[in-house]
């Protein structure tokens, strides 16, 4: 943790009857300002502890998206670019469980904080400026949400992309997500620790029945195999593979676009980035791929079309949707220009 002045302190949570109380009060104080980078692991651990969020908080990774710099710009260039210093990343991936620390270790820790310092009074002198720092706290809101931390293992197979999601497959998918989210809450360690999400893919997409085939999967050890987790795997996909039909997830059916309507959206995805570099804002923050085939489509009710979105993109698809905005060439140069339409 730092403070205004630089000053700061590494706080251990694996230290014995240590009472995290005063940290926790701090976390709940509405009077101090919480400031995380990419804080959302961060938020939901400290969610999952206390249940509840800190509150207000600033995350720089979100505010520097909405400053131009990027979609999900590291910390380390942002230092680098803000601070003008250099991070010793060499202790990232250093084992974080042995005690005691080393003093690099200390050092890597602690400079996540006192350079967030110079990080948040840049980004918010330039937000405030630009008449942005509601934008921030408009984005935060998925962030200050507690369902965003509320996972029910059942649904959890939802965010795991299969290659081939057929109802069988996301079956099998489905078991094994769920079995990988309550071990891992019950183990406290992170899911990816249990099992990699393109691991679980190729089991569900393969569907091994035996030790043999499971040796096969690609990600997963002859070893494990082996263990009793192998044997619980091969259960699981069983388990999937047994279901009736008409209780196996359906895969969502997205239709085509019209040929014509494909057209469209390439020539809305030139508009998207012509409108985020006059704007200096990330693209992922104005629109996804999503909203944009929605807004060719004729959809209403999408992000883009609405607050400060709307300004800064929406009114400009608007326009180009209804024939009176277009884009060409001019001295060799993309540029937007008004039709007669």
Not at 35 to 64: S, Y
Not at 223 to 249: N, R, S
Not at 266 to 281: C, F, G, S
Request: proline content about 5%; charged content about 30%; overall charge negative.
């Amino acid at each position: 943790m730092g403070c205004p002045d630089k000053e700061a302190a590494a706080i251990d949570p694996l230290a014995d009857n240590l009472d995290l109380s005063p940290l926790y009060d701090l976390l709940q104080n509405e009077m101090v300002l919480k400031v995380f980078h990419a804080g959302r692991q961060d938020l939901e651990i400290l969610f999952n502890l206390t249940g509840e969020l800190p509150k207000p908080f600033f995350d720089t990774q979100v505010a520097a998206m909405v400053c131009g710099y990027g979609d999900q710009v590291g910390y380390e260039a942002l230092v680098r670019d803000i601070a003008k210093a250099q991070i010793d990343k060499s202790s990232q991936f250093t084992d974080w469980s042995r005690r005691p620390l080393s003093d690099r270790q200390l050092d890597y820790a602690l400079a996540d904080v006192t350079h967030l310092v110079d990080v948040y009074l840049h980004l918010s002198k330039r937000l405030e400026e630009q008449g942005r720092t509601e934008w921030v706290f408009e984005e935060e809101g998925v962030l200050a949400n507690p369902l965003t931390y509320t996972v029910n293992p059942r649904e959890s197979w939802q965010r795991v992309k299969i290659k081939t999601p057929k109802p069988r497959a996301l079956a099998i998918l489905r078991e094994l997500a769920a079995w990988r989210e309550t071990r891992a809450q019950e183990k406290n360690i992170p899911k990816a620790w249990v099992m990699r999400d393109d691991t679980m893919a190729e089991i569900a997409h393969h569907a091994p029945q035996d030790v043999e085939s499971l040796k096969k999967v690609r990600g997963f050890s002859a070893d494990l195999a082996e263990h009793k987790v192998g044997k619980t795997i091969l259960e699981l996909v069983k388990q999937g593979a047994a279901l009736p039909k008409d209780e196996c997830p359906q895969p969502e059916r997205r239709d085509p676009l019209h040929p014509a309507l494909a057209a469209s959206l390439e020539v809305i995805k030139m508009l998207l980035r012509i409108q985020a570099a006059e704007h200096n804002v990330a693209q992922k923050l104005i629109a996804s791929a999503e909203e944009l085939e929605a807004i060719v489509k004729g959809e209403r009710d999408v992000r883009p079309l609405k607050g400060w979105r709307y300004e800064v993109f929406g009114k400009e698809a608007d326009a180009m949707m209804a024939g009176k905005l277009a884009i060409g060439l001019q001295d060799g140069k993309i540029v937007k220009m008004k039709t007669g339409s």
